[in-house]
């Protein structure tokens, strides 16, 4: 027995030693191959899904690109963030052109011919903010003749805009009705100002009366229309405060509306602070009333951050380039980009007023 297990022991030795002697004799460059081939095949599947913009990215000519912002009523402050954005944006890419046009009054004829002569100049892509449906036929006609557009601001989404850069107005409605209404301890009464033909301006309409529809201690009293006119907006405001001296509050649903109402406060003789004023957009005239007292707040977009987005999104388009929804969406007739993109809004108080206002730096419109 002691026999048979030295033999074992022995050919046990014997064959550890031929293993070891393998391996020490296999050459490095065999192992460095075989490691490699399975590298390889492990890679193989991410190679294949490998998406073909990043290397496209670090190639882009943008040279003579050319995009086109068409406003109507541009004397408004609102568009001087515009102007930043468009700035900054030619910063990053020098060779980029961007321009902002449109009249300075609410010109919609005017505003069409301009969009018609960008369609005309065959530009890179065009950034709009359509006031009304009438805008459609015109807006639909670049994207017909091969030019993308943008939406920013107002969205129509039945239109062929390529996306909606902007402010969600009923959110931002909402916003300004929860603010206000905690301001009067959710019950009083309360007056609307607007103009009631912007669809921007009705879809926050909506949203502040739905938060106003949710207290029952709060009443709506009117919903006045300042015409595009202060003085009008003045007038309306000082009836209504005959009518109901123990008003508690306003919400202006525009830029126009805070100041005129906060005029109509001073012709009414009241003091500043009396009733409650939110307001909306970032008038330089609306926001000289927030830090003398006499308007409560307002909300604010984020006016800049949905046009640098817009620009960015029609880049993108033109150049095809960003992530893809398939591994080749030439090939397969999609793009993939944002259908809308929602900057958020900002309430504006007389505690943080002086960073809004646009004496706080050098105005980016000023030659």
Not at 74 to 87: E, P, Q
Not at 165 to 191: D, H, P, Q, R, S
Not at 267 to 284: F, M, P, Y
Request: negative net charge; glycine residues 8%.
């Amino acid at each position: 027995m002691k026999r048979y297990s030295l033999i074992f022991l022995v050919a046990a030795i014997i064959m550890s030693l031929t293993l070891a002697l393998s391996f020490v004799g296999c050459k490095p460059e065999a192992v460095e191959e075989v490691a490699a081939e399975e590298a390889e095949e492990e890679a193989a599947p991410a190679e294949e899904a490998e998406v073909v913009e990043v290397a496209e990215l670090t190639g882009i000519d943008r040279t003579g690109d050319y995009y086109v912002f068409v406003g109507t009523f541009m004397s408004l402050d609102y568009y001087v963030d515009y102007y930043r954005a468009a700035n900054i944006i030619m910063e990053e890419w020098p060779e980029v052109q961007i321009d902002v046009l449109g009249p300075a009054d609410y010109d919609i004829e005017s505003t069409l011919s301009i969009i018609e002569q960008q369609i005309a100049k065959k530009v890179t892509g065009i950034l709009v903010q359509p006031w009304g449906e009438d805008w459609l036929p015109t807006c639909d006609k670049a994207v017909d003749s091969g030019i993308p557009v943008v939406f920013l601001g107002v969205d129509f989404p039945k239109s062929k805009r390529l996306a909606y850069c902007g402010t969600g107005n009923t959110k931002m409605g909402m916003v300004a009705g929860e603010w206000l209404a905690e301001k009067i301890g959710y019950k009083g009464k309360v007056a609307v100002m607007r103009n009631p033909v912007l669809a921007n301006v009705t879809e926050r309409y909506n949203g502040f009366m739905s938060v106003m529809d949710s207290y029952p201690d709060i009443e709506v009293v009117a919903d006045l229309d300042h015409q595009n006119d202060s003085n009008i907006g003045a007038q309306l405001i000082t009836g209504i405060l005959q009518q109901h001296p123990d008003l508690a509050a306003v919400w202006g649903g525009d830029g126009i509306s805070g100041p005129a109402v906060a005029m109509g406060i001073r012709e009414a003789g009241l003091e500043k602070g009396s009733v409650i004023i939110v307001g909306a957009d970032r008038e330089d005239a609306l926001l000289a009333s927030i830090a003398e007292g006499e308007i409560t707040a307002t909300v604010v977009q984020g006016a800049s951050l949905e046009f640098y987005y817009g620009v960015k999104i029609l880049d993108a388009y033109v150049h095809n380039y960003g992530p893809q929804v398939s591994y080749d969406d030439a090939a397969a007739g999609v793009k993939l980009v944002p259908d809308v993109v929602n900057p958020k809004v900002s309430v504006v108080t007389k505690d943080n007023v002086e960073y809004f206002r646009r004496s706080y730096v050098e105005d980016p419109t000023a030659e």
